[in-house]
């Protein structure tokens, strides 16, 4: 069996092929997601368990689209984007309730017809409930005919039981996320990478022209409240003892570049690292697509100007920004990721005093370090060690809950140094995978030794301030402080009185601690 919606086939009937593994709400009480796995092959699938529209229903549907259709355009004088989308969605309620009779619709009817109206107009249509779902990264469409697919946090690639039927259907979707985008594609231009409005990245090739089997877009889902350390800890992704050593780090001002693939969750790290800086401290972050959010207020976003024409003259590229934020005297200057030209002067404002933050595609510090001294970056080799911390981050595979999961681990904390005319890397942590466990060498570390000197104090008063700090995100992730809010709360609260936070660790936090934690 199968129903279909809007030129998209929903496969509903799994009975006897699959048994469930999980289940959990979308949109409460019209989609959910089930976790369906075959029972020949063990293979995964992802199934949408949306309300059905039965052929009546569809028939109604056409017609209250054309009444909202009628009455769609709102005041003009309703610019926010916020604003339209609530007049569009009680545009939506108040057609269902005009018509209700004349249609002779019960109320069941009315909600199953208002959520499909709200879902295609002001929602993503049939991916509506996957992109409600935060334990989807990715979404991506392969053409006519073939199930849409995503990537599952904790399933990774798997097929859904959504189904593109015509060229059409597939067409008018991608046509729709372009819009909302704010761009345009057409067989003049079939390749479009576009932000939507919740800051999720897509990208489209559009007909035929460039892909044979149809329309093709992949999602990049944006995650609307970023991860923090805690929840890195809670994770897995990082110890305790990890966050304190870069709290210290960021404390003394320190440099990091973040390594992996793709999806590996670079810029997941690089932003809950960045809440560590000094509240006060002024940040740039230069990025292709705005990802990075922090909670502090003297901060500067930048973003690169794109040419769509033969004349390139308008352009502003990534290398133009990064030069331009010298002149800004930043405390932190965060450049999303650096690809070319623009690693030359990110190293250039490191190796002059300023912090420096980044992601780099690389499967390893050696690859890392080859990469950097290589066209289009050409980074002196003596520039490297400027960058004082480099991390490396994976997608494993782990035990849970009986089955094989994907997880995401710091496989290895390292910090460069030059030695007999090279770069090496000295570890500072290390992730064991026998026990899914980092495991600490701070008295290896340089930088420690580095601050020692500067403070004028032994390496072991160091490696005892990141143990307090470790202490502290300990017993946050205790307290299941989570919200970004509230962690930066206590992290300035730490650089401005730090006797009020240790308190805490002791059992004897003050009533201002105590109303962060509820």
């Given at each position: 069996?199968?129903?279909?919606?809007?030129?998209?086939?929903?496969?509903?009937?799994?009975?006897?092929?699959?048994?469930?593994?999980?289940?959990?709400?979308?949109?409460?009480?019209?989609?959910?997601?089930?976790i369906m796995e075959n029972m020949e092959t063990g293979s995964i699938m992802y199934y949408v368990d949306e309300v059905s529209l039965t052929p009546s229903e569809r028939r109604i549907y056409g017609e209250l689209l054309r009444f909202v259709m009628d009455e769609l355009p709102p005041p003009e004088n309703i610019t926010n984007t916020g604003m339209v989308r609530q007049f569009l969605a009680n545009k939506v309620r108040e057609v269902v309730r005009r018509y209700r009779r004349y249609l002779r619709l019960s109320p069941s009817e009315q909600s199953t017809l208002a959520y499909y109206l709200e879902r295609d107009l002001l929602g993503f249509g049939p991916i509506d409930p996957l992109m409600r779902d935060e334990n989807i990264e990715d979404i991506s469409a392969d053409g006519v005919g073939k199930p849409i697919y995503v990537y599952h946090k904790e399933y990774e690639s798997i097929p859904t039981n959504i189904i593109p039927l015509s060229d059409e259907a597939i067409d008018d979707l991608v046509v729709k996320m372009?819009?909302?985008?704010?761009?345009?594609?057409?067989?003049?231009?079939?390749?479009?990478?576009?932000?939507?409005?919740?800051?999720?990245?897509?990208?489209?090739?559009?007909?035929?022209?460039?892909?044979?089997?149809?329309?093709?877009?992949?999602?990049?889902?944006?995650?609307?409240?970023?991860?923090?350390?805690?929840?890195?800890?809670?994770?897995?992704?990082?110890?305790?003892?990890?966050?304190?050593?870069?709290?210290?780090?960021?404390?003394?001002?320190?440099?990091?570049?973040?390594?992996?693939?793709?999806?590996?969750?670079?810029?997941?790290?690089?932003?809950?690292?960045?809440?560590?800086?000094?509240?006060?401290?002024?940040?740039?972050?230069?990025?292709?697509?705005?990802?990075?959010?922090?909670?502090?207020?003297?901060?500067?976003?930048?973003?690169?100007?794109?040419?769509?024409?033969?004349?390139?003259?308008?352009?502003?590229?990534?290398?133009?920004?990064?030069?331009?934020?010298?002149?800004?005297?930043?405390?932190?200057?965060?450049?999303?990721?650096?690809?070319?030209?623009?690693?030359?002067?990110?190293?250039?404002?490191?190796?002059?005093?300023?912090?420096?933050?980044?992601?780099?595609?690389?499967?390893?510090?050696?690859?890392?370090?080859?990469?950097?001294?290589?066209?289009?970056?050409?980074?002196?080799?003596?520039?490297?060690?400027?960058?004082?911390?480099?991390?490396?981050?994976?997608?494993?595979?782990?035990?849970?809950?009986?089955?094989?999961?994907?997880?995401?681990?710091?496989?290895?904390?390292?910090?460069?140094?030059?030695?007999?005319?090279?770069?090496?890397?000295?570890?500072?942590?290390?992730?064991?995978?026998?026990?899914?466990?980092?495991?600490?060498?701070?008295?290896?570390?340089?930088?420690?030794?580095?601050?020692?000197?500067?403070?004028?104090?032994?390496?072991?008063?160091?490696?005892?301030?990141?143990?307090?700090?470790?202490?502290?995100?300990?017993?946050?992730?205790?307290?299941?402080?989570?919200?970004?809010?509230?962690?930066?709360?206590?992290?300035?609260?730490?650089?401005?009185?730090?006797?009020?936070?240790?308190?805490?660790?002791?059992?004897?936090?003050?009533?201002?601690?105590?109303?962060?934690?509820?």
């Amino acid at each position: 069996m199968s129903s279909v919606s809007l030129g998209f086939e929903r496969i509903i009937d799994v009975k006897g092929q699959y048994r469930l593994i999980e289940r959990y709400p979308l949109n409460e009480p019209y989609a959910y997601a089930n976790i369906m796995e075959n029972m020949e092959t063990g293979s995964i699938m992802y199934y949408v368990d949306e309300v059905s529209l039965t052929p009546s229903e569809r028939r109604i549907y056409g017609e209250l689209l054309r009444f909202v259709m009628d009455e769609l355009p709102p005041p003009e004088n309703i610019t926010n984007t916020g604003m339209v989308r609530q007049f569009l969605a009680n545009k939506v309620r108040e057609v269902v309730r005009r018509y209700r009779r004349y249609l002779r619709l019960s109320p069941s009817e009315q909600s199953t017809l208002a959520y499909y109206l709200e879902r295609d107009l002001l929602g993503f249509g049939p991916i509506d409930p996957l992109m409600r779902d935060e334990n989807i990264e990715d979404i991506s469409a392969d053409g006519v005919g073939k199930p849409i697919y995503v990537y599952h946090k904790e399933y990774e690639s798997i097929p859904t039981n959504i189904i593109p039927l015509s060229d059409e259907a597939i067409d008018d979707l991608v046509v729709k996320m372009i819009h909302m985008a704010d761009r345009h594609v057409s067989v003049a231009t079939p390749i479009v990478d576009a932000q939507l409005p919740d800051g999720s990245r897509i990208a489209v090739t559009y007909r035929r022209e460039v892909s044979p089997g149809g329309s093709t877009f992949t999602i990049r889902k944006f995650r609307s409240n970023p991860f923090t350390f805690t929840e890195l800890v809670i994770n897995g992704m990082i110890s305790p003892e990890i966050a304190g050593y870069f709290w210290t780090m960021m404390d003394y001002h320190k440099s990091f570049m973040v390594l992996g693939v793709t999806g590996a969750g670079k810029t997941t790290f690089l932003n809950a690292m960045a809440t560590f800086i000094r509240p006060n401290m002024k940040i740039i972050t230069v990025e292709e697509v705005p990802e990075v959010k922090l909670p502090h207020q003297n901060w500067i976003r930048l973003v690169p100007r794109l040419s769509f024409g033969p004349q390139k003259t308008a352009e502003i590229t990534m290398f133009d920004l990064v030069k331009a934020t010298l002149r800004m005297r930043p405390d932190y200057l965060i450049v999303g990721e650096i690809r070319g030209e623009e690693a030359y002067v990110l190293f250039q404002a490191v190796a002059t005093g300023h912090g420096g933050i980044s992601t780099m595609h690389a499967e390893s510090f050696e690859a890392a370090k080859n990469r950097l001294l290589s066209p289009p970056m050409n980074i002196p080799l003596a520039y490297i060690p400027s960058m004082n911390i480099f991390i490396m981050i994976r997608r494993v595979r782990i035990m849970k809950g009986g089955r094989e999961r994907v997880a995401r681990r710091v496989i290895e904390v390292s910090e460069p140094v030059l030695n007999n005319g090279d770069v090496e890397f000295v570890t500072v942590f290390k992730w064991n995978p026998t026990v899914d466990k980092h495991e600490a060498y701070l008295e290896r570390s340089v930088l420690v030794k580095d601050i020692a000197e500067e403070r004028g104090v032994k390496p072991s008063d160091v490696i005892d301030d990141i143990k307090t700090r470790a202490a502290i995100v300990r017993w946050m992730v205790d307290n299941n402080i989570r919200e970004l809010d509230r962690v930066a709360k206590i992290v300035e609260l730490f650089y401005n009185k730090p006797d009020q936070v240790l308190s805490m660790v002791t059992g004897r936090p003050t009533q201002q601690l105590t109303a962060l934690v509820r």
